[in-house]
């Protein structure tokens, strides 16, 4: 399913197809969002007169769709309450700033939740805007970028710094899930690490 070893692959810019428009106003990204109608290809990400337009390869959308089968384990395992958003569309124009994440989620009982509490960014290629500075921007709390095998997050005060564990999930443990993600299918990769969670709370 994946295009090679997960732990080495080196983002070089194949796979995803990214193009970055820039000079374009808040008008024409707009524009762009209402030509594509309810459909979600292409994605794009906008930061202060640049808009990205990316086409999400299969091996991007495939580790995200593994990536987020194993957090929602990991919730139903713990008893966390989440929903799960997809590539919501991320906008405030006031910043001049949207993003579209590979997944988002708002965990516990807010129906009115206007920002994801957690977004989770796949780093397949290369090449891109800056998607921290759209995230800080528009005030998403942690952002897990996976890449070369790792899931590592970003939390967030003024800046986003790297941290050692999730803020918005304490005791997650991201090493463990990532040791998942290479099972051949995903029910086998749940089936597992749920195995393994049940396992160390029955060792407690």
Known sequence: MFEGDLQNHDDSPVGDQ?????????????????????????????????????????ARVALTSRISHLLAAWCLERGVDFSAYGSWTLEDKSTA???????????????????????????????????????????????????????????????YLEAPTSSVLPGIDLAQLCSFLDRPTTSEASREYRSALNQAKASR
């Open 18 to 58: 990214i193009v970055v428009l820039r000079g374009q106003s808040w008008s024409d990204y707009q524009r762009m969002l209402e030509l594509r109608k309810d459909g979600r290809v292409p994605r794009f990400a906008y930061l202060e007169g640049q808009l990205e337009i990316m086409n999400a390869s299969q």
């Open 97 to 159: 700033c949207a993003l579209e994440p590979d997944e988002c989620y708002v965990f516990g009982s807010d129906p009115a939740a206007t920002r994801p509490h957690l977004a989770i960014e796949v780093v397949w290629t290369t090449g891109g805007l800056r998607r921290l500075e759209i995230y800080r921007k528009l005030g998403v709390p942690e952002v897990w970028f996976w890449r070369k095998g790792r899931l590592i997050p970003y939390v967030s005060s003024e800046q």
